[in-house]
């Protein structure tokens, strides 16, 4: 988990429920999928991450991370407005975004594609096949896709 400033990171994983930061952590080193991660546990902090505000002061000018994984029911600031707020500025509008939440609200599946998520996925509640979901994410969004240099 990259706790490092300066360092590139590859993944911000944006999550406030800890067994679910655990298994999704432990499924992507598991899997080799990345070391780079950013862990945000709510969204204002994945907020100030992103945009350098907060205790992330003066580290606007990092790459971007190459994805963002980001749970809807959050404190603080929620998904919905963490993900309108990405896809609204020039500067990490590009970033995909996988929205992975337990939520399968239709109001929420269809506000995330109005703005703009790449990907919506439910949480499998089986232990294996959440395992499964978070290494083909990791491996598909990580490795696997061209995206531009942001």
Same mark, same amino acid.
């Given at each position: 988990?990259?706790?490092?400033?300066?360092?590139?990171?590859?993944?911000?994983?944006?999550?406030?429920?800890?067994?679910?930061?655990?298994?999704?952590?432990?499924?992507?080193?598991?899997?080799?999928?990345?070391?780079?991660?950013?862990? *945000?546990?709510?969204?204002?902090?994945?907020?100030?991450?992103?945009?350098?505000?907060?205790?992330?002061?003066?580290?606007?000018?990092?790459?971007?991370?190459?994805?963002?994984?980001?749970?809807?029911?959050?404190?603080?600031?929620?998904?919905?407005?963490?993900?309108?707020?990405?896809? *609204?500025?020039?500067?990490?509008?590009?970033?995909?975004?996988?929205?992975?939440?337990?939520?399968?609200?239709?109001?929420?599946?269809?506000?995330?594609?109005?703005?703009?998520?790449?990907?919506?996925?439910?949480?499998?509640?089986?232990?294996?096949?959440?395992?499964?979901?978070?290494?083909?994410?990791?491996?598909?969004?990580?490795?696997?896709?061209?995206?531009?240099?942001?």
């Amino acid at each position: 988990m990259d706790e490092a400033n300066d360092v590139v990171v590859e993944l911000l994983l944006v999550e406030d429920n800890p067994s679910d930061l655990e298994l999704t952590l432990h499924a992507l080193k598991r899997n080799n999928v990345t070391n780079r991660i950013h862990v *945000a546990r709510d969204g204002a902090e994945a907020l100030d991450f992103l945009f350098g505000n907060g205790e992330q002061a003066g580290h606007i000018g990092r790459r971007a991370p190459r994805v963002v994984l980001l749970d809807l029911k959050l404190p603080l600031v929620d998904g919905l407005e963490v993900l309108r707020r990405i896809k *609204a500025d020039e500067r990490t509008q590009q970033i995909p975004v996988v929205v992975l939440t337990s939520s399968r609200e239709e109001r929420d599946l269809v506000e995330s594609y109005r703005l703009g998520v790449n990907s919506y996925i439910v949480k499998p509640v089986d232990f294996a096949q959440f395992t499964e979901a978070i290494r083909q994410i990791g491996y598909y969004w990580s490795i696997l896709n061209e995206a531009p240099v942001v």
